[in-house]
Nanobody, 122 residues
């Protein structure tokens, strides 16, 4: 239902752009979020964007480096990641769901992609 792509291996300081392709049923009207899970760690919130794009929210750890966006006409979301650090290494997931004030919780999202791996070397 959601297909995340764009991950890869990059050196510290580099950039990657993740994409999240969805069907209309799993994208239209929903907020879209990105989460990540590093080996041995819990899944953590990265960023979310409201359906209209008017609301953008980021984890403190990525604020100023990552930019979330969406193309509603093409049911696709994006996460532009700049100034990448080794600690950004993780499996990145996109998810959609009805807007919630607890947007930072994974349980607030109904649909999930399979994840795309990001590795940042030092």
């Amino acid at each position: 239902q959601l297909q995340a792509s764009g991950g890869g291996l990059v050196q510290a300081g580099g950039s990657l752009r993740l994409s999240c392709a969805a069907s209309g049923r799993t994208f239209s009207g929903y907020a879209m979020g990105w989460f990540r899970q590093a080996p041995g760690k819990e899944r953590e919130f990265v960023s979310t964007i409201t359906w209209t794009g008017a609301g953008l929210y980021y984890a403190d750890s990525v604020k100023g480096r990552f930019t979330i966006s969406r193309d509603n006409a093409n049911n696709t979301g994006y996460l532009q990641m700049n100034s990448l650090k080794p600690e950004d290494t993780a499996l990145y997931y996109c998810a959609t769901g009805a807007w919630s004030s607890k947007y930072y919780l994974a349980r607030s999202y109904r649909y999930w992609g399979q994840g795309t791996e990001v590795t940042v070397s030092s």
